[in-house]
């Protein structure tokens, strides 16, 4: 599955229409999510992850979708099942990504 891109503009009904999503936050200036990305993309391929939808939102442009999530450091990752926050985590760590998504199980 692709990665979205979502904006605050279609964020909200993003996230409650797909019932388990998980969103990484980045800046274009931030290395530690650039190096990220291909990770994350990967990762929206696992089948294990069939039933997520994953995307993609600019911290800095979003400041809205931002703030649902209380983003506090980049790259920063929320899980949510039915457009309610269920955990966040801010890492660079592939492993603590899994264990964030086998809360939306």
């Known amino acids: 599955m692709a990665v ?6 279609n964020f909200e009904t993003t996230i409650n229409e797909n019932g388990k999503t998980i969103v990484k ?10 190096l990220f990305a291909p990770k994350f993309k990967r990762l929206s ?3 294990r992850f069939s039933d997520v939808s994953f995307a993609d939102v600019d911290a800095e442009k979003n ?5 649902l999530a209380g983003v506090t450091n980049l790259p920063f990752f ?28």
Do not use: H, Q
């Open 4 to 9: 979205e891109v979502l904006t605050d503009e």
């Open 25 to 34: 936050y980045f800046a274009g200036w931030c290395g530690s999510c650039r």
């Open 45 to 47: 391929g696992d089948e």
């Open 63 to 67: 400041p809205e979708a931002r703030k």
């Open 78 to 105: 929320a899980a949510f099942k039915n457009g309610k926050l269920v955990d966040t985590i801010a890492t660079s760590k592939e492993e603590a990504v899994l264990e964030l998504l086998e809360k939306l199980k």
